[in-house]
């Protein structure tokens, strides 16, 4: 059975980091394209960027953009998503999702599989 699991969320002031973890079970991630998502109260879930098989990352969210960045450990089966520079906007519940065909997309119905979330807030 696939399962995704997250951690690493928390409260950090303005101007701090925070690195989530999305540990896989079931499969080896090598071939599948991650993403993470995130969802902020009363609101819809966005892209914020995914990894490609190739180690590319594509940016759906442009404020991540030098701020956000995706490695992995493929001996833990676990990306990471680090996130610097944070800011009260990013507050938000973050998700990892996997996407099996291996291609990024910013829309939620492509992905298979989901972990349960994680909330990052960020106070100013």
Not at 39 to 63: F, H, M, N
């Amino acid at each position: 059975e696939v399962q995704l699991v997250e951690s690493g969320g928390g409260l950090v002031q303005a101007g701090g980091s925070l690195t989530l973890s999305c540990t896989a079970s079931g499969f080896t991630p090598d071939d599948y394209a991650i993403a993470w998502f995130r969802q902020a109260s009363g609101k819809e879930r966005e892209g914020v960027l995914c990894y490609t098989p190739s180690r590319l990352t594509i940016y759906y969210e442009d404020s991540a953009k030098g701020r956000f960045t995706v490695s992995t450990d493929n001996a833990k089966n676990t990306v990471y998503l680090r996130m610097n520079s944070l800011k009260p906007e990013d507050t938000a519940v973050y998700y990892c999702a996997l996407q099996a065909d291996g291609v990024c997309t910013a829309g939620t119905h492509r992905y298979n599989y989901w972990g349960q979330g994680t909330q990052v807030t960020v106070s100013s």
